[in-house]
């Protein structure tokens, strides 16, 4: 199977190639002309040159492609309105517009957790009907406007499956979507301080491959027209800062005196925890059972993904005091 992919320079899309090549797949990727592409260096694909706002070069991938998959969203908290209208919402409807006269059968929308607004203090899931949006941010309101986009081209018969990761984190590059990498360089490098008073308000951290390999499962399992969320543990930001602080040998009640991941708190300069202190101003906690259920998706306890980060940028240099 042919697989013509969006956003595959990105953190998950990076992951998402690899293991689609993993699966035998040919994969072709759409890429801007600034798009740092090293991270596919020994990934044999075959690239397009271009951007969501250029049809011809979406339709020009498109061909002979037996799936796609529009994994290109914007999710930055601190871009303008404007870019995220035109990448959230105006990219998706340029991407289904082309798959749907070329006749793709096979199309799948990686969108976001966000796009469902918070969980208000209980486990949501993808079944749940829209919240009101007069308090979602410019973000989360963009994301909205792309899922009502992606439900218009599902009725109308475009053979269409949309998935909602959660926060994702593990190996990859430092992109703005690797928020927990970017928290544990930054408290590393001693320019974080201790985590935000967050109350017991949750996030959903999910694994980065597992998601990878969960939407590889609904491009091929996926029921068309069907939703499901890629999510993983559900924690607290003190319950995230136990289990990195186990990893890490270090206390969150007494900091050690010298030496150690804790020393290197001391000097900061910059608040790495603001993006999420701004997600987790209302409850982020979400159930993937459906994908569990009908997709077989996993995804491990964060424990051990948390380990295998923290490994993973200990290797690269990239945890450096």
């Not at 998950?12 to 759409?30: D, F, H, I, K, Y």
């Not at 040159?49 to 969203?73: C, K, N």
């Not at 998706?297 to 964060?302: I, K």
Request: hydrophobic residues 40%; proline residues 6%.
């Amino acid at each position: 199977m042919a697989v013509f992919v969006t956003g595959g320079t990105g953190f998950l899309g990076q992951s998402l190639v690899r293991t689609l090549r993993a699966r035998g797949r040919e994969v072709r990727v759409l890429v801007r002309p600034r798009s740092d592409t090293r991270g596919l260096e020994s990934e044999r694909i075959e690239t397009f040159l271009g951007d969501l706002d250029d049809p011809p070069a979406l339709r020009a991938g498109m061909r002979r492609a037996e799936a796609v998959v529009h994994a290109a969203i914007l999710a930055d908290s601190r871009a303008p309105r404007a870019a995220l209208e035109e990448t959230n919402v105006r990219g998706l409807r340029n991407v289904l517009d082309a798959a749907l006269k070329l006749g793709i059968p096979r199309v799948l929308y990686v969108s976001s957790h966000l796009a469902l607004g918070p969980s208000r203090g209980e486990v949501a899931d993808e079944s749940r009907p829209p919240l009101d949006e007069r308090n979602l941010s410019d973000r989360e309101r963009s994301l909205r406007a792309a899922d009502r986009i992606a439900a218009t081209y599902a009725s109308g018969g475009l053979p269409l499956t949309v998935v909602y990761p959660t926060v994702l984190y593990g190996p990859g590059p430092l992109r703005e979507s690797n928020l927990v990498s970017r928290l544990l360089t930054a408290l590393f490098a001693g320019r974080a301080g201790a985590p935000p008073d967050c109350g017991d308000r949750r996030w959903s951290l999910a694994y980065v491959e597992d998601v990878a390999a969960g939407v590889c499962r609904a491009l091929d399992r996926g029921a068309r027209g069907d939703r499901y969320l890629l999510g993983g543990e559900n924690v607290s930001v003190p319950g995230f800062w136990r289990v990195l602080s186990a990893i890490l040998g270090g206390s969150p009640g007494r900091p050690r005196a010298s030496g150690g991941f804790w020393s290197r708190l001391a000097g900061r300069r910059e608040d790495p925890w603001r993006e999420i202190r701004d997600l987790l101003r209302r409850d982020r906690a979400f159930s993937s059972a459906r994908a569990q259920e009908r997709l077989g998706y996993h995804c491990r306890p964060l424990r051990e993904g948390l380990s295998r980060t923290v490994e993973w940028l200990g290797r690269r240099g990239l945890l450096v005091s």
